[in-house]
Nanobody, 114 residues
């Protein structure tokens, strides 16, 4: 059973930064893609950023230039660096890992105050 443990969420003022971490219970090389999603109250879950095994990344348009996804294979950890945060970035952020199945973390709350 795969476990994904997120950390790094919290309360931050608009314009601030946070770095989220997602640590997997096994090697990142066992996953095709690692990704971050978010879900705001009353809204659907949406893709924030993804990183493939080879290192290729994809960032959602509304977050390009502000968010960066990276990975540390030695630590089995994927990071989401979030800069210039806005109140509309407030959501629960989930880590996602894909092989033949999709695995999800428990989520970490990010709240951006105006």
């Amino acid at each position: 059973q795969v476990q994904l443990v997120e950390s790094g969420g919290g309360l931050v003022p608009a314009g601030g930064s946070l770095r989220l971490s997602c640590t997997a219970s096994r090697s990142l090389f066992s996953f095709n893609v690692m990704a971050w999603y978010r879900q705001a109250p009353g809204k659907q879950r949406e893709l924030v950023a993804a990183i493939a095994t080879g290192g290729a990344t994809n960032i959602a348009d509304s977050m390009k230039g502000r968010f960066t996804i990276s990975r540390d294979n030695a630590k089995n950890t994927v990071y989401l660096q979030m800069n210039s945060l806005r109140p509309e970035d407030t959501a629960v952020y989930y880590c996602n890992a894909i092989t033949f199945e999709a695995y999800w973390g428990q989520g970490t709350q990010v709240t951006v105050s105006s």
